[in-house]
């Protein structure tokens, strides 16, 4: 394999596991602020172990990104010189308006949330958490604001091959923008809830009867039942808007290869580059055109019409349809959840066993939609800007075939050791003996305005 094609993996690699982070903690840091509020607000000592415990996932979770995140940024130096020479007037600003509020804002009042609980008044922790879910939102308008640039760039002016900003106020908010950035929030939300109930689910199957890990499921369970409705109402408008400005890429998820009107919604097919056609197809009448311009006999543009112009086909056709498959598996298991919820009875073993099979569901689907997006916008780095080959390293492919090789290794490390701390968490939570919650408040009554705070000992006890 060449330069292009090592660099173009080892850069896959690194953002798929950079993205597995920062889609946990954007939405986790909202639910920890709410975990915090119903602390103050009520005073009952269970949320206060909800809070505890998953603010500690959170910085686990919170680090892993960072680091993650540092090394991707490097690449831009070493294997795609050639991108920030040719957009860097562009690029560099909104990189480091996402370091300002990444590893400014968030790593300050991080410090706070984890460690100062016991050491600042009370309103500035929360204050603290606020301002640390903010913090992590930011970050993703600002990446977010560059990623879309990249798909839909508008605002700029080539000069000599150079792309140089003319209107700020439409680079960040390009056409893309606002469709890009409530489809990522909303997979984050879908993302931290399933990694919340499935790993409470787990507490509950190993035996921990404790009240926490039942709030944790409820409170996860019936966030993800709102979230993924609206999910699918965003991805439509996404749909919409990325066939109006990048039609290829909308040819390539259907596996559309003539233009037509009246096409069929293909739920399977093996797309043949090489003779431009499918094989094993199994259509639904009209479907694709329904869907994407909302009338039955509506055209869609084929791929042939873009002809050296559009993205690799299988990897985009199967990577869309893994991650609408997972959607809906996830809204059959959290409206499910939310049925034996409602009902106020106890959710059954095969219940929980399914919400801790589905703790990472959410990774799934956001990697899916993500191949979706960036292998969609080739050939180019930029869309009509800069092309792909124009910009990778002109180091010697065996250099960049031993970082990528090294990288590998280290993110299946840190992969595994992840999951395996996480584990060892909820163990921990687990083996951690308490009296029941029931007996704790009846023997202390709820907290009202100026009764001291529980003592630390009590809010150590179990989580």
Known sequence: MDALILSRLQFG????????????????????????????????PVWMRIYRFWVRVFALTFAL?????????????????????????????????????????????????????????????TLSTLIVAVGTTLSAFWILALNSWMQTPQGHEVIEGIAYARDWSAIIFNPSFPYRLSHTLLASGLTASFLIAGLSAYRTLKGDNKLAPKIAIKTATYTASILIPLQIF?????????????????AAMEGIWETRQGVPLLLFAIPDEAKRTNHWELPVPNGASLILTHHMNG???????????????????????????????????????????????????????????????????????????????????????LKTADAVTQIPPENVGLSFSLYLLLYLFLLVSYITTLRLICQRAVNIEEISDEERLSAQPARVEGMPPLSDKGADNAI
Do not use: C
């Not at 106020?344 to 956001?366: D, E, H």
């Open 13 to 44: 690699l690194n953002i798929s596991f950079h993205i597995l982070f920062p889609t946990i903690t954007i939405a986790l840091g909202w639910y920890l602020f709410y975990f915090k509020l119903r602390s103050d607000m009520s005073g009952h």
């Open 65 to 125: 990104g960072v680091v993650s995140g540092v090394t991707m940024s490097f690449q831009f130096g070493t294997n795609w010189p050639g991108f920030m020479e040719t957009v860097g007037n562009v690029a560099g600003p909104l990189l480091g308006y996402e370091v300002l509020t990444a590893f400014f804002l968030e790593a300050t009042f991080l410090g706070i949330m984890l460690f100062g609980i016991r050491r600042v008044p009370n309103w500035l922790h």
């Open 234 to 250: 965003a991805g439509d408008l996404h749909g919409l808007n990325t066939l109006e400005h990048q039609p290829q890429k909308v």
């Open 299 to 385: 055209e869609i543009k084929g791929l042939n019409e873009f002809r050296g112009q559009h993205p690799p086909v299988a990897p985009v056709f199967f990577s869309f349809r893994i991650m609408v498959g997972m959607g809906m598996l996830m809204l059959l298991v959290a409206w499910a959840g939310s049925v034996y919820l409602l009902k106020q009875k106890p959710m059954p073993v095969w219940m929980l066993k399914w919400l801790a099979l589905m703790t990472f569901s959410g990774w799934i689907a956001t990697l899916a939609g993500w191949y979706v997006t960036e292998v969609g916008r080739q050939p180019y780095l930029v869309s009509g800007v």
